[in-house]
């Protein structure tokens, strides 16, 4: 079976390494906010071209840091795409505010700038933005705070400066995957930056002196020594997808597949099909894993659909019809050339 993912595939090539690093982290007896954590904040920074990384627990909490860093707090509303990842609206209720849902663009699944004034209102505090499976997103005009979600896109952002802060997680499938859970808020603006670090821990400004109300959002220093590992591969990692996305799309141009961009980093290889079950039975029958990212628009999600105020049948129509195929640099060039040929199989054969 060709799998979705692999994750032991990229942990044999730094097993050794890392090890060694961990083995250097006992050694030293610091194991939170020390060498690894600072090393990695600003090497990622640097990779970024971003002045300001403060590495948190998660991609959830890099997202609640931010909007909390930017002053969003209970009784205020944020606006998000409607097709996304749950710890996007998670997130702006972590806060006290309410996520408000907004329909997605057709060709991109992002979400759709054209409807952010018609859902805001007096309450409206700032917007997220989600570049969805690694494809940049447009950013709306808007005179609101914006906060980008980049959990699955890390080297699409070319420009952290356009946006009040970005959110990262390193979520082990991610682009830049860590070893547990992880996250980062990147911004340009210093006094954002320093709220965050703040609330990461507790509040607290001096030791044991707490300014704010606020919970253990750490990294781990053994998160971090694996990132500084994976960080070096990243760039090459991202070009590799981009060439496997591009065969699968030349093996099958008939099928939609998102809105090219040039800095699409393919966190995902995602295409759409009204018969999915019918395919992925077709795909797995050819020994090729799959995947649905996301089933559920967040205004279908049973949680979530309290929210809903608009409709957003784009966003219910990316849930019903997406698909993942395998899609992660260390595919192996049969493995590409055998998902290619089975994606082409199905525009000249639909499944029934």
Sequence with gaps: MVPVVDLSRRGAAHAAEFTERVAEIVRRGSYLLAAETEGFEREFAAWLGAPHVVAVASGASAL????????????????????????????????????????VEADTANLDPAHVASARTDRTRAVIVVHLYGRPATLPTTDLPIIEDAAQAHGAVTDHGRSAATAYSFYPTKNLGGIGDGG????????????????????????????????????????????????????????????????????APELPWQAPSDDHVHHLCVTRVRNRDAVREQLAACGIGTGVHYPLALTQQPAYVRFARHACPQAEAWAAECVSVPCFPELTEPEVDHVAQALAAIVREPAT
Excluded: C
């Design 64 to 103: 609640q840091l931010a909007l909390a860093a930017a002053g969003v707090g209970p009784g205020d509303e944020v606006i998000v795409p409607a097709f996304t990842a749950v710890p996007t609206a998670a997130a702006v209720a972590a806060v006290g505010a309410t996520p408000v849902p907004v329909d």
């Design 184 to 251: 980062a808020v990147v911004t340009h603006d210093g006094a954002l930056a320093d709220r965050a670090r703040r609330l990461r821990v507790h509040g607290m400004t001096d030791q044991y002196v707490h300014h704010a109300v606020s919970q253990n959002f750490r990294m781990s220093e053994i998160e971090a020594a694996w990132l500084r590992i994976g960080l070096r591969d990243l760039a090459s990692g991202n070009a590799r997808r981009r060439e496997i996305a591009g065969r699968y799309r030349a093996a």
